[in-house]
């Protein structure tokens, strides 16, 4: 029903940016928060930052001041704007979104995932 799909990952030296983006399509009525999570092996997931509807951000202490949330409401889609990358920043990133289909409650979605890789 509803397919969030990212783009923009790579490999990238430490102190360099990457821009990612994930865009969602479908039976969509509604979104709501949308976000982007990230995942190293063996590690649990961890927020990274969350945006709602009206713009409204929030950051996980460990990026705050060097990554930057935002999103187009009339596309669907959410950015991460990453600078000053870390080695630590290495993770799968993932995006998700609060969406209502069809006028139905909410329901979370995940995109599949996208490789940041921060390394000399």
């Known amino acids: 029903q509803v397919q969030l799909v990212e783009s923009g990952g790579g490999l990238v030296q430490p102190g360099g940016s990457l821009r990612l983006s994930c865009a969602a399509s479908?039976?969509?009525?509604?979104?709501?928060?949308m976000g982007w999570d990230r995942q190293a092996p063996g590690k649990q997931r961890e927020l990274v930052a969350t945006?709602?509807?009206?713009?409204?951000?929030n950051y996980a202490d460990s990026v705050k001041g060097r990554f930057t949330i935002s999103r187009d409401n009339a596309k669907n889609t959410v950015y991460l704007q990453m600078n000053s990358l870390k080695p630590e920043d290495t993770n799968v990133y993932y995006c998700?979104?609060?969406?209502?289909?069809?006028?139905?409650?909410?329901?979370?979605?995940w995109g599949q995932g996208t490789q940041v890789t921060v390394s000399s």
């Open positions: 945006i709602t509807r009206g713009g409204r951000e």
């Open positions: 479908g039976s969509i009525s509604s979104i709501y928060t």
């Open positions: 998700n979104a609060d969406v209502s289909v069809g006028g139905s409650s909410l329901a979370t979605y």
